[in-house]
């Protein structure tokens, strides 16, 4: 007891030292001492420094689960709304239930395309020497010829052409021929997230207010004689008792809701990053290298000059492959085109009309 009345002695002291007046007063320093100029690379690196690191110990081995991983979750994902969205937009509207099939599947099969095709597309090696004999540069570590935006890969031990990271969930590397599926992939995602939430809204809400009317009676009739508690001989007599509530239905909504929300925090900050770096004609991997020619440049007054940076339209119509009469449907439909260039060569000045 007398521990107990000295830490209330020490907690009240505190708290008198600091009054109201104290605390706004330190609220308005911090505030005032905030600046508004934030490194966003700086703090983006800081942000993926621990997921680098897990990739780079733990995706060797644990890249089968976490693909595995990918596919379940597809199919909860799918199924659950089927279940549970199915029925209940159905009594609403058959039109509505079809429109909105429609829809689900188109984004559904975007993703399970993009995924798939993320994952065994080969995200391209350097040929063989002899092939590109001006290519001077080679790599440590394999040996093998090392063309402009090559890196080697520590986890599929060669150079991938034009390497962004290393992708656990794809067991791969994303690279020059798949990274367009990569980066459809999340967006369809995310998309997919933002059908179920802005649909399935309505559904969560009347799968946590209502009961289940389908559900089998609690008990059985029974009827008052006396004293006694005597079963009903007369159905007609029989008056429904409270309804069980829809455990395995609203545990299921509950965890898809969860669920959508980590995926589209996560994947939709993912992606919003990939997008800025394609509109800047850069990897993840160059982004980190560029950073420090940047600060150098502007420590010396100068401009740093991306050289593969041709301007965020015609960055992304190189991204997304948009060249030989291709146009932007090939974006909003499974294709299989190859990305612009063969990742050796970069040198675009002269081909950017024919974009």
Known sequence: MKILSKLALFLNFIISRFTKKQLWR????????????????RLTDRFIEPIIWVVDNFSDSLGVIFVTLVWILIQFIVGVAYWVGLSFYWNISAELTILLIMLGHWILLNVVFHYYMALVTPPGNPPDLEEIPY????????????????HHCSICRTCILRMDHHCPWLNNCVGHFNHRYFFLFMAYVVLGM?????????????????????????????????????????????????????SWRRALVITEAILCSGILAALGALLCWHARLISRGETSIENLTNKDDREAKQLAGETFVNPYDYGSYQNWRIF???????????????????PRGNGIYWNFERDLTHL
Request: hydrophobic letters at 40%; one cysteine or more.
């Open 194 to 246: 933002v059908f179920l939430y802005i649909f399935g809204a309505p559904v969560i809400l009347h799968e946590l207010t209502l009961a289940d009317p389908s559900s089998e009676p609690i008990g059985f009739p029974v009827f008052v004689n006396g004293s006694h508690l005597l079963p009903m001989e007369d159905q007609e007599d029989l008056v429904v008792s409270p309804t069980r509530p829809k």
């Open 320 to 338: 997304l492959g948009l060249s030989e009469g291709r146009t932007w449907w090939c974006v909003f439909f499974p294709s299989v085109h190859p």
């Open 26 to 41: 330190k609220v308005r320093q911090q505030i005032a001492n905030f600046s508004p100029s934030v490194d966003w690379d």
């Open 135 to 150: 290519i001077q540069a080679r790599c440590k570590k394999c040996k093998s010829a090392k063309p402009p935006r090559t």
